[in-house]
């Protein structure tokens, strides 16, 4: 059985990997773990469109995350050993795992990422894209 999408159109020519990415986008994780929030920074003059993507990741060190860009995505892994040796009497703070994973759009570049009081800041910028006009020769 075929499948029918908007991008089955005749006039819409390569968007393959655009509806790729969008099947990956609604299949991620509704895990609600780690919290983040996405932000539109202000625009400067001269300046790209500037973003930021801000992580709750109480608990975890520089080296027990890892933040990786893969064909579009970005994804932000956690991962914190369980100690051994330790002997708890209670334990409501659980050494736990994730993967957080963003589609990013074309264009959309990774700045650089921040951890701090226990917020991992990823900040994304997009640069202007140049207008290309070319003419193209009708051959005889």
Same mark, same amino acid.
């Given at each position: #059985? !075929?499948?029918?999408?908007?991008? %089955?159109? =005749?006039?819409?020519?390569g ?5 790729? #990415?969008l099947?990956?986008? %609604?299949? !991620? %994780? ?6 983040? *929030?996405?932000?539109?920074? =202000?625009? $400067?003059?001269?300046?790209?469109? /500037? #973003?930021?993507?801000t992580?709750? $990741? ?9 933040v !990786?860009?893969?064909? *579009?995505?970005?994804?932000i892994?956690? /991962?914190?050993k369980?100690?051994? &040796?330790? %002997? ?5 703070i ?6 957080r ?5 074309d264009?959309?570049e ?5 951890l701090? *009081? &226990?917020l ?6 997009? =640069?202007?894209?140049r207008?290309?006009i070319?003419?193209?020769?009708? &051959? &005889?």
């Amino acid at each position: #059985m !075929t499948r029918l999408s908007v991008f %089955s159109s =005749p006039l819409l020519l390569g968007f393959d990997e655009l509806e790729r #990415m969008l099947d990956r986008a %609604s299949k !991620t %994780s509704g895990d609600g773990y780690p919290p983040y *929030n996405i932000e539109r920074l =202000p625009k $400067v003059d001269g300046e790209a469109e /500037r #973003m930021r993507i801000t992580l709750a $990741v109480a608990g975890f060190g520089r080296d027990e995350l890892d933040v !990786t860009v893969e064909e *579009n995505q970005l994804i932000i892994r956690g /991962r914190q050993k369980d100690e051994d &040796g330790r %002997s708890y009497l209670h334990r409501g703070i659980a050494a736990r795992q994730f993967i957080r994973t963003f589609v990013l759009a074309d264009g959309m570049e990774v700045a650089g990422a921040r951890l701090a *009081n &226990g917020l991992l800041e990823i900040h994304l910028e997009r =640069p202007e894209p140049r207008r290309v006009i070319r003419r193209i020769q009708i &051959g &005889g």
